[in-house]
């Protein structure tokens, strides 16, 4: 912090705070998905209720952190919650698929696409989540996201302008959840036991869309 109120002016400060925000959250949820490019058969930590109770310690310290300053930025008070909602969505989709809580998985389904806004990529994204910490009922999940396609669709819509979005020359590289998403799911290359051939097609055209912006982005 010390740099940054030292070279910047307050206003300025205040605006880096808030992409240091968005770009923790994106980084943790990144590094978390990574851990699911590999097939398993069993979860992936050994004692999933400890793991998930330090995934939770990891996100209240990094949040801690950011509400600490909120009395000099005001501005904080709304961007931590905000962002670290999708942290908190995440956490209680892992703890579902362990078995270690009691909250409708649909709701929580609901409250991630409302946030990615793709539902391609938010099928992609719990079906890594449910490999993380149990990866038989992984194909349950893709069932489930199927049957709740039209729902989906009426109260968390596709977001259609979001690959000109990401071409705009005020988007700050990295700082969009979908297309770092994208970018997360195109390099996942494991099988994915479940995901029937509708929506394989399905996610390969959304990615295929991800690819062509992203070479744009690259020939600019």
């Known amino acids: 912090m010390g740099d940054l109120?030292?070279?910047?002016?307050?206003?300025?400060?205040?605006?880096?705070?808030?992409?240091l925000v968005t770009a923790t959250v994106i980084f943790y949820l990144k590094n978390l998905l990574k851990k699911a490019h590999t097939s398993n058969k069993k979860g992936l930590?050994?004692?999933?209720?400890?793991a998930l109770e330090r995934i939770k310690g990891d996100i209240e310290t990094m949040k801690s952190y950011f509400e600490d300053l909120e009395g000099d930025y005001p501005?904080?008070?709304?961007?931590?919650?905000?962002?670290f909602e999708i942290l908190d969505t995440v956490?209680?989709?892992?703890?579902?698929?362990?078995?270690?809580?009691?909250?409708?998985?649909?709701?929580?389904?609901?409250?991630?696409?409302?946030?990615?806004?793709?539902?391609?990529?938010?099928?992609?994204?719990?079906?890594?989540?449910?490999?993380?910490?149990?990866?038989?009922?992984?194909?349950?999940i893709y069932e489930k996201?199927?049957?709740m396609e039209a729902e989906l669709t009426?109260?968390?819509?596709?977001?259609?302008?979001?690959?000109?979005?990401?071409?705009?020359?005020?988007t700050v590289p990295g700082l969009r959840l979908d297309q770092e998403l994208a970018r997360l799911c195109d390099e996942n290359k494991r099988n994915r036991p479940g995901l029937n051939r509708t929506a394989m097609e399905q996610g390969q055209a959304v990615l295929n869309r991800w690819r062509e912006t992203w070479q744009n982005l690259v020939e600019e």
Do not use: Y
């Open 154 to 170: 009426a109260v968390a819509p596709n977001d259609p302008e979001a690959f000109d979005i990401a071409l705009a020359r005020q």
């Open 91 to 140: 956490h209680e989709l892992l703890s579902i698929a362990a078995g270690l809580s009691n909250s409708t998985d649909q709701d929580f389904v609901i409250f991630l696409q409302k946030r990615i806004k793709n539902i391609p990529i938010t099928k992609l994204v719990c079906g890594d989540l449910w490999h993380l910490v149990n990866p038989a009922a992984e194909k349950a």
């Open 145 to 147: 996201i199927d049957a």
């Open 5 to 19: 109120e030292e070279f910047l002016d307050e206003l300025m400060v205040g605006k880096t705070l808030d992409a």
């Open 45 to 50: 930590w050994s004692n999933t209720e400890r």
């Open 75 to 83: 501005a904080l008070k709304r961007a931590v919650p905000d962002q």
